[in-house]
């Protein structure tokens, strides 16, 4: 072992055996990182996945790593409400109680706009209103567990963010401003989230986290989307992985979400992100949260859209 190695954070996971987890965007980077640790500990995993040929070579590296892995693959499209619906009708139907739902899945930057299949901007799409609906199909899953958790995956980036009530499909669209307004409203529907359940009684914690500066395929496969040019991004992006300070691998990378989705010391409500300089890595710690994540009525507001626009519905709180 290098010393390098003895030197990188880690967390201790509790016995997992009997619970359900659910993991979007479980194939690859964050979530087959995560898919992989919550299996170690005995959870039984789905992966909700978009491609199944790559769930299915997820499932077996995983099993490769951990025999006894209890883990399958079901598809799931967050550009797609009939394909959100139909995973949820799915798990509905099959009615097992869901411990953990980690909203991971995302995509990055496309250098281009482009369009969910229900015509939304697809990061705002995705990254929100498709976990938005997600949640909103399986609360009865989550609720029925009692002491389940909800972890949506945000991004440093969202601290530039802004929830343009204007423009939330960018319509004038910028790569970047489009990320960091989807990631700053997956953070502020978190809150929303743990905010109603308190009220409501719903029984679950919802919690947000940020892998820092980790490096995944996320930051290939949005700037590179439906084939677009990205090599002066992703020649910057690669020279600047070798600096320890600023990147981090995907098994430190996972380590807030994993915090959040499984200590008993994660608050409700809280955001957790690297414990380092600029919450780039290190361990889990609580995270800064950006000015803009904090009104309330912007809170409301977005949540009442996000209903609006999906079509899916929470509890009246």
Excluded: C
């Amino acid at each position: 072992m290098t010393t390098r190695a003895m030197h990188l954070p880690d967390i201790q996971v509790p016995d997992l055996h009997g619970k359900l987890a659910v993991v979007t965007g479980a194939n690859s980077g964050l979530g087959f990182g995560l898919t992989g640790r919550l299996a170690r500990a005995g959870a039984e995993v789905i992966l909700a996945v978009r491609n199944e040929d790559k769930g299915a070579a997820a499932v077996r590296r995983i099993r490769e790593q951990t025999p006894e892995a209890s883990v399958s693959i079901r598809r799931l499209d967050l550009a797609s409400l009939s394909s959100i619906a139909k995973f949820g009708a799915e798990l509905t139907k099959e009615g097992r109680p869901i411990d953990i739902l980690l909203n991971n899945a995302g995509i990055m930057m496309p250098p281009v706009r482009d369009e969910t299949e229900d015509g939304f901007e697809l990061q705002f799409g995705t990254n929100h209103l498709g976990h938005f609906a997600l949640t909103a199909h399986l609360l009865p899953l989550l609720r029925a567990a009692t002491t389940s958790r909800v972890v949506s995956l945000s991004s440093l980036i969202a601290r530039t963010g802004r929830l343009d009530f204007n423009d939330l499909h960018g319509l004038r669209y910028r790569p970047h401003r489009a990320y960091a307004l989807s990631k700053l409203a997956t953070l502020v529907f978190a809150r929303e989230l743990n905010r109603r359940s308190v009220v409501g009684g719903w029984g679950l914690r919802s919690i947000a986290a940020h892998p820092g500066a980790t490096v995944t395929n996320l930051q290939i496969t949005g700037p590179t989307h439906k084939g677009a040019s990205a090599r002066v991004f992703l020649a910057v992006n690669e020279a600047t992985h070798h600096i320890g300070w600023i990147w981090q691998q995907v098994d430190q990378g996972i380590l807030p979400a994993l915090y959040a989705a499984t200590s008993p010391a994660a608050a409700g409500g809280g955001y957790y992100g690297p414990g380092g300089f600029g919450e780039l890595t290190g361990a889990p710690a609580p995270a800064r949260l950006p000015p803009r994540s904090l009104d309330e009525a912007d809170a409301r507001r977005l949540w009442s859209l996000s209903g609006e626009l999906t079509g899916a519905t929470f509890p009246a709180v």
